[in-house]
């Protein structure tokens, strides 16, 4: 079993910044692909970006190429989105997911004005 924990949204301002987080607990954690993913209301929910199991690769939406950077702590079970630049259309709830699996996080709301 896994356990996916995310925590880091709020409201900011069009052009803010804000960094989520995702801890996970439980067995085999660190040898999962990371992913975030996102769904805004009325939309289906969409991916953002991904991170391999050792941290080599970096994998993103065209829509957040450039803005949004993933990254992992593997000491302490942490997957990061760092996301800058932020633009309205980013609104929605983020959620962590392990690799292909059916373990997400709850998710977090990101809420950015304009």
């Known amino acids: 079993q896994l356990h996916l924990v995310e925590s880091g949204g709020g409201l900011v301002q069009a052009g803010g910044s804000l960094r989520l987080s995702c801890t996970s607990s439980?067995?085999?954690?660190?040898?999962?692909?990371m992913n975030w993913f996102r769904q805004a209301p009325a939309k289906e929910r969409e991916f953002v970006a991904s991170?391999?199991?050792?941290?080599?690769?970096?994998y993103y939406a065209d829509s957040v190429q450039g803005r949004f950077t993933i990254s992992r702590d593997s000491a302490n079970n942490t997957v990061y989105l760092q996301m800058n630049s932020l633009k309205p259309e980013d609104t929605a709830v983020y959620y962590c997911?392990?690799?292909?699996?059916?373990?997400w996080g709850q998710g977090t709301q990101v809420t950015v004005s304009s």
């Open positions: 991170i391999t199991w050792n941290g080599v690769r970096t």
């Open positions: 997911r392990a690799g292909d699996t059916d373990y």
């Open positions: 439980g067995r085999t954690r660190s040898t999962y692909a």
